[in-house]
């Protein structure tokens, strides 16, 4: 995807360029401008797939600039920058095509999910084909609307008018329906369940929709008489109707507004207000602008659970992990907190234990994938998709150990239970040996072949293993762990381990504790 930046201030436009080149190798900014009048320029030169535009800029500023874009038939999808205090003027961009908006200061994720959702618009676009098959129906003209960048706007709402008798100006209430479980059995369950409770709900017209990169049902109501009702209807009747029925992992979000022209980016508020089903529950309509008058608490994230479950992570209790993981869940029960707070405390207690698991052994880390396991967690808009994510570690960890048991011999699987119960009392191969009735030579040789390793590296490499798991999961001193894992020399222990970790004890435990 190509992209402009139009910004005056020099480290904002730097900043955004630097941070759309590490998002995806795929987006790139071909162009960049301090005002809107050098961004006409630019953007006429180089027909960008995505305009990313300051409101208040010098000499032009980027309403004016979209305006003029929009009258010379220059097509691109914008997304524009505004502080808080300029929402309402930004509001005014809607008219220019804007796609979404980011307030400052811009994060990461913010920028990266805005990106995607660009894309995923321009890939739908050109799936929806032409302008002639758009008119089948008034499910596929709405949807078009919300997905496209046509030209034909003003014609489109001419046609809906005489074909409909829908008032491109009227009032509208758009409802956003979430569901994880994205299959056409859901799908359609869902809109059999929604029809039959709004046929009993006259006089109420209304379109059903799906956006199938978004994960979402959308319901567009027009010429209604009584919209509080019908709020009030969905709220109390409907939504609880259909989650009586077993339908779950999902979530509903309304929102009013005047025009057609707003139903994209009425939209686009409703998929962030979407998240609130994790404060608030399935069963809830989330009512947009009502949710900014939520009072919410203060994250006070509980790092003693954290501490605890890595502990159990370092003794491979799964039981205690998962009963950690319930503590840490019911943390989020207690108060009432922002959704995005609840998702940045679940990415930081997801990283904390991922990264516990790969220092104590990488193939569990492998097996779990950090960063489909983190991602599921920025996606997830009910509070099942977030318990989800945390209980998929723990099963990992439970089924990981089950299948990797190494398939050795009787001989050996004597010679590892030797080495687990007495690795901290300075074993050697010559005294398993002994005690297994074996020459130290042949031994050698045997476990060589079924493990993989000389016995040597693999005694020293669960001595160390040992000695992470209590780095993280106690309070010993070096000293104490050195003794707890076989070495009686702490000075040879600190240098043993910094050659297997590249960290001192003391550096490794401030590190991952």
Known sequence: MRIVVVEDEYMIRCGVAKLVSKISPEYEVVGEAENGVDGIEVITRLKPDLVIVDIKMPQMDGIEMLAQLKSKGVKHRTVILSGYSEFEYAQKAIKMGVCEYLLKPITASDLEQTLKNVEKEISMEKQLGTDQQVLNSLESLFQSLVLSDSNCVDEMYKYIHEKYDIDSNGEFAAVSIYFSVHTKVTKDRIIKSLSALLDHCQPTRYSIFELKLHHELVM????????????????????????????HDIAFAWMRFSGLEFLRNSLNILRKELRWSIVLGEDVLISYPKTQQINTRLIQYPIDIETSAKSAVCSFDVIKLKRHFEDFLSWWRKELYQPSGITEAFIRFASSIINVIREIDYDIYVDINQKDTLQKIMDAVTWNELRNALTVIADRISSFKKKNNPAVGLVIKKMLSIVKEHYKDGISLDEIATRLNITPEYLGSLFNKEVGVNFSSYLKDF????????????????????????????????????????????????AYK
């Open 220 to 247: 567009v109501f027009y010429n209604c008489l009584d919209f509080e009702a019908l709020e009030r209807y969905l709220q109390v009747v409907v939504i609880k109707e259909i989650v009586k029925e077993g339908i």
């Open 463 to 510: 001595r160390i293993k040992k000695a992470k798991e209590l780095l993280i999961g106690t309070d010993l001193k070096t000293y104490e762990i050195a003794v707890n894992v076989g070495y009686q020399d702490p000075k040879y222990f600190c240098r043993v381990f910094k050659e297997a970790t590249g960290l001192t004890p003391g550096d490794y435990q401030k």
